[in-house]
């Protein structure tokens, strides 16, 4: 059974710093890309930053780029984003994905329940 179990997130105030972790198991993590998406109140799901399988390469949505940081531990099975110099825009519920191709099929893409992050006074 697959599973992605994201913790780490709660209440910030701006400027300050949060480390979610994404927990995975039933599938062979470290084949996968993993991402960190957002999704706040009113607005669509954005993708905040990827990693692919392993480690070697990572980006990241141009309003978090220099603050946040994505990063895995194949080891773990885990994908970690700190998230430093907090904004209340980067308020919202952050979810983990992993996604692998599959040939011409679909690709494999699972996604976790998501954690709520708020940044405000």
């Known amino acids: 059974q697959v599973q992605l179990v994201e913790s780490g997130g709660g209440l910030v105030q701006p400027g300050g710093s949060l480390r979610l972790s994404c927990a995975a198991s039933g599938f062979t993590f470290s084949n996968y890309v993993m991402s960190w998406y957002r999704q706040a109140p009113g607005k669509e799901r954005e993708l905040v930053a990827r990693i692919t399988s392993t480690g070697g390469n990572t980006n990241y949505a141009d309003s978090v780029k220099g603050r946040f940081t994505i990063s895995r531990d194949n080891g773990k099975n885990t994908v970690y984003l700190q998230m430093n110099s907090l904004k209340p825009e980067d308020t919202a519920v952050y979810s983990c994905?992993?996604?692998?191709?599959?040939?011409?099929?679909?690709?494999?893409?699972?996604w976790g329940q998501g954690t709520q992050v708020t940044v405000s006074s």
């Open positions: 994905n992993a996604w692998r191709p599959r040939g011409l099929n679909i690709p494999y893409d699972y």
